[in-house]
């Protein structure tokens, strides 16, 4: 058996898609006594902390094995609240994220709280790693596993299954349907719909451009710009106009041009983009 790595009591730290190392915060690292017998009895059975299952990075093995562990109870350590947002944080694949799903079936077990930060990580992890069905599993059942949506989170999914769909082309129908899942839980988790909504869901169909994506966007368009005052986004205007153009659909055309000039459609939200060491937003969001 190897020894335990020193990163478990000193610079534990993972790699990202860039030559930086991000160091695991110090109040969140493994104490080398904790793992000290390399095999960890935990309420999912035992575990080998130096053999990390295919495709997932030991210092993220390490914080998952030491977190099931201090859920085990009778055992004395304390179990840091941030450390699932900090694995969800620096997932990069499916692995990974099957790997944190299991950790957040046994976080709402005992039960510990979700907050919209988790859920806000979890949305850009499975953006990240394109596996958006563990998040749609989630949301799909609210009373289980307790997200914690806002409307600009969803709409960033939403918006992001568009771009798998252009992407993969053959799950392209799926997808779309989707993004109509999510555009339909929002009474569901009591968001009330708004601009950053409808923008997401037109501007989803307009990427996947199919004759039948092209339809549901006329219809979502419609519902809101029949309002003296639309709940939709500049850059969804626009995505009709573009496409209206591409269909030769002149008059269409000019009308969302026209819309996009008005003072009072506002652009799209967009989520925070720097990320502390606990990978909580360093500004505020809603």
């Known amino acids: 058996m190897r020894p335990l790595a020193a990163s478990v009591t000193a610079s534990m730290s993972v790699r990202l898609n860039s030559t930086a190392a991000v160091t695991v915060p110090e109040d969140l690292r493994p104490q080398a006594v904790e793992l000290a017998d390399g095999k960890i009895k935990t309420l999912l059975g035992e575990f080998d902390v130096n053999a990390p299952p295919a495709n997932i990075r ?3 093995w390490t914080m998952y094995v030491a977190m099931l562990r201090r ?10 609240q941030r450390s699932l947002n900090w694995i969800l944080f620096h997932a990069q694949n499916r692995e990974e994220l099957d790997m944190a799903f299991i950790m957040a079936e046994q976080w709402r077990a005992r039960p510990l709280p979700i ?13 990240r790693a394109k596996y958006p069905e563990i998040f749609m599993k989630m949301l799909l059942d609210r009373w289980k596993y307790r997200q914690m949506p806002v409307s600009l989170t969803l709409a960033h999914f939403i918006r992001s299954l568009g771009s798998l769909a252009a992407e993969s082309g053959s799950d392209a129908e799926k997808l779309l349907d989707d993004a109509f899942r999510v555009f339909a ?16 869901l037109v501007e989803v169909c307009c990427e996947i451009n199919t004759d039948e994506a092209w339809r549901r966007a006329l219809l979502a368009s419609e519902e809101t710009l029949a309002h003296e005052t639309p709940m939709i986004t500049l850059e969804a205007l626009r995505a009709l106009e573009r496409r209206s153009t591409e ?22 939200g967009k989520l925070p983009a720097e990320y502390d060491e606990y990978g909580l937003p360093t500004v505020a969001f809603d």
């Open 58 to 60: 030991p210092e993220l």
């Open 115 to 127: 907050t919209q930060t988790t859920t806000l990580l979890w949305v850009r992890a499975c953006i």
């Open 71 to 80: 859920m085990t109870p009778g055992v004395v350590w304390q179990l840091k």
């Open 247 to 268: 269909r030769g659909e002149s008059e269409m055309a000019e009308r969302y041009g026209s819309l996009a000039k008005r003072s009072d459609i506002p652009a799209a």
């Open 185 to 200: 839980l929002y009474p569901y988790y009591d968001i009330a719909y708004d601009a950053d909504a409808y923008g997401a």
